[in-house]
């Protein structure tokens, strides 16, 4: 599937609404980046460069959804929030199972911010013991900041991807991180623009049921939705 899917029309959640647009502040049919009117990087002429500068919005206001949304026979309770609740902040560290597995289209939106003196957070997609995802920014390794990718099968690491162009993440900043799961790779945006990509290593992806969240950062909304 095309990138630009994911944003193009908005997710279908089975049991709960969603809340309004995708991306606070922007129209309710908003597209990735790389669509027309909307640089596919931060810094470009008309889009702010980082998270936090003059008017912009950041997810957690008013009318945001908080409760995740779950594809199936009935939604998930737990630490997450409930519809008509107010946003809440969630416990860091965070494991958000995924009650059916991860599935081609499942759209994950993480809203949290990153510590002032962040060193790094991790985001971890699980199956049992493995990790099928890792990404861990990570604010000053040998003096720069660098995102980190990975995954371990077997208690064994597979070969790390490193190579940006951009670093989207900012202490003491919030962030919104989509991570898109496609039948042959993960796609990664934050704060609107398309970040990087990740060939699955973990092919059953019915097994990866758990979603972990650590170190560095706070929390205030983790949904999961089916892109139609």
Do not use: C
Request: zero cysteines; charged letters at 15%; aromatic letters at 8%.
């Amino acid at each position: 599937m095309d990138l630009s899917d994911a944003l193009d029309a908005p997710p279908q959640q089975n049991n709960q609404q969603a809340g309004g647009p995708v991306w606070p502040g922007q129209p309710a049919n908003p597209v990735w980046p790389g669509q027309p009117a909307n640089p596919t990087w931060p810094g470009q002429p008309n889009q702010p460069a980082w998270p936090g500068q003059p008017n912009q919005q950041w997810p957690g206001q008013p009318g945001q959804l908080t409760a995740p949304g779950w594809p199936g026979p009935a939604p998930q309770t737990g630490p997450y929030g409930a519809p008509g609740q107010a946003p809440q902040v969630l416990t860091v560290p965070l494991d958000f199972p995924l009650q059916n597995g991860a599935y081609n289209k499942m759209l994950i939106t993480i809203n949290g911010e990153v510590k002032p003196n962040a060193k790094q957070f991790t985001v971890n997609l699980r199956r049992g013991n493995d990790i099928a995802f890792h990404i861990n920014p990570r604010f000053s390794e040998g003096g720069k900041p660098v995102i980190v990718r990975n995954s371990m099968i077997g208690n064994n690491w597979g070969r790390e991807e490193r190579e940006l162009p951009s670093f989207p993440f900012v202490p003491g900043k919030p962030f919104e991180m989509k991570i898109l799961i496609t039948d042959t790779e993960y796609k990664v945006a934050v704060n609107k623009s398309h970040l990087l990509e990740f060939k699955h290593r973990v092919f059953e992806l019915n097994q990866i049921t758990g979603l972990s969240i650590y170190n560095d950062v706070t929390l205030s909304t983790v949904n999961v939705e089916t892109l139609q």
